[in-house]
């Protein structure tokens, strides 16, 4: 017999407490992701534009989350924090429902990177790497707690991403 899960919402806190520490632990498959990554190329002599990078971090971090979600519905940060990533039913999500709300996810840093991206290269001089720095991580900071925030305005506490993709996050009861 198999049991479907309360769909209970967890609160706002609990899923902020949840993504802090998912980006300690991305930040780490990156890291390491990106360290094997340039010694390769290093060895081959091949240097990637910036944005390969970038592309790279994301599919990186996109196969973590998405593999966690498609098996067990929980990455490491969720099973800590006892948080689920399930279909509108309840159930496990598919991989392309995984990589949709994984993609929509980035409507919480997108508008920071890009008003970044616009700050960098509308000024005659370059700004210092501290001020891109501070200025990245304030909008993501803004912007994600706005993604997050949008929950609040759902009578079951689903985000935006989660209602475009057709996915929610719930209370994991013991």
């Known amino acids: 017999m198999t049991h479907t899960p309360t769909l209970t919402p967890p609160t706002l806190a609990r899923r902020i407490w949840s993504s802090l520490y998912e980006l300690t632990l991305l930040f780490g498959i ?20 910036d944005w390969a990078h970038s592309l790279i971090a994301f599919v990186t971090m996109g196969l973590y989350i998405v593999y966690c979600w498609t098996r067990s519905g929980q990455t490491l940060a969720q099973r800590t924090w006892q948080l689920k990533t399930v279909g509108m039913d309840g159930k496990l999500i598919t991989a392309g429902r995984a990589w949709l709300r994984y993609t929509l996810s980035y409507l919480g840093v997108l508008p920071a990177l890009l008003i970044t991206w616009t700050q960098i ?8 790497v501290a001020t891109i720095f501070t200025l990245s991580c304030t909008l993501a900071l803004v912007n994600w707690l706005a993604l997050l925030g949008t929950s609040l305005a759902h ?11 057709k996915t929610r996050t719930i209370l994991v009861e013991k």
Do not use: W
Request: charged letters at 10%; glycine letters at 2%.
């Open 155 to 165: 009578p079951n506490k689903i985000a935006l991403h989660e209602r475009l993709s």
């Open 30 to 49: 990156v890291f390491v992701t990106a360290m094997t990554v340039q010694t390769i190329l290093s060895i081959l002599g091949i240097r990637l534009p």
């Open 121 to 128: 290269h509308s000024q005659a001089q370059m700004p210092s």
